[in-house]
């Protein structure tokens, strides 16, 4: 008998308004194919583990004093390879950090939302902005995509004028549909809304637009851009999420964040990381092109597939998802159920696993 194991929620005065609410989480199985994540399933190459070992041996030996509390070289890194990425010229006042970019929302939240003060986003999306959002106490205004998961630009800019939400979220390329926004597109909601809009562009390595970083100089006192090494950068267990804003944003947030939050580990090993972006990133190359032979083989195998910009492929559809989310994990293959009616999501893997999951889907189809 464990200590304490005699009392429930219901013993504790927790908040009345997270009474009944789920924990974020899809199930970590122990599966041989596991594509329900969004992670990079190429494990880091040799070169990098080696320097984020000595890395972290190094910062092992300062581990009796706190980490710079503003981790003022990991944003000249993250700056210098946004720049490299974006062509836009950032530096560190531009950059900020934490704990993954669900860190970073939720700061943002802490910041610009909170009680009275109400976020917006376009669903479906990624179901932790609304739970930052309830954590934070930020009224949550869900804003439907049309049937096909698109985004009506025109609508939402309208939307965005009339419900003047403190904070709206843009996530694209959008999880869990897989679809990006032009320039073009961004630049006519974020001049529609009157408050911030934070385009989440966790995906936008695998993205053929350019990056929404090139609309903060047009835009600086409404737009901040969230940003994650957990995806193409294959660094998901480093947990470092990051944004390009201007300065006075990471301003704002410096007022919210707790001290110390990046631990020199976190600091050291995302730097050593970042070292090695370009061979990383090769990766992206390959798990497009495979994305493409998914969606490809999905349609021929006769599924309903929604276009992705990204690692994963929206798919469908299925009288009874849940049905055959179960199947696929009979099959040794774990995707996600992301609660759309009829579809699930698949994350691309490597090629061989991608095999099993399309050997997998032709058995369950048939
Ligand atoms: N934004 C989006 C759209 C995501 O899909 C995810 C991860 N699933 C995140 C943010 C958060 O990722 P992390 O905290 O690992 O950076």
Redesign the pocket.
Known sequence: MTIGESIGLDDLPLRADLRGASPYGAPQLDVPVRLN??ENPYPPPPALVADVTEAVTGAAAELHRYPDRDAIALRADLASYLTSATGVPLGVPNLWAA???????QQILQAFGGPGRTALGFEP??S??PIIAAGTRTEWAPTPRRPDFTLDTARAADILARRRPDVAFV?SP???TGGSLPLAELRELIAAAPGLVVV?E??AEFSSRPSAVGLIGEFPARLIV??????AFAF?GG???YLAAAPAVVDALQLVRLPYHLSTLTQAAARAALRHAEETLHSVHVLSSERDRVMESLRGLGFDVVHSDANFVLFGRFTDARTTWQSYLDHGVLIRDVGIPAHLRVTIGTPAENDAFLAASEEIVR
Request: positive net charge; charged residues 15%.
């Open positions: 994540t969004n704990n993954g970019s669900n860190e970073v929302l999306s990624y932790m902005h996530t959008n999880n869990p989440d966790a995906y969230s940003r994650t090494m957990s995806k998901a947990r470092l999420g």
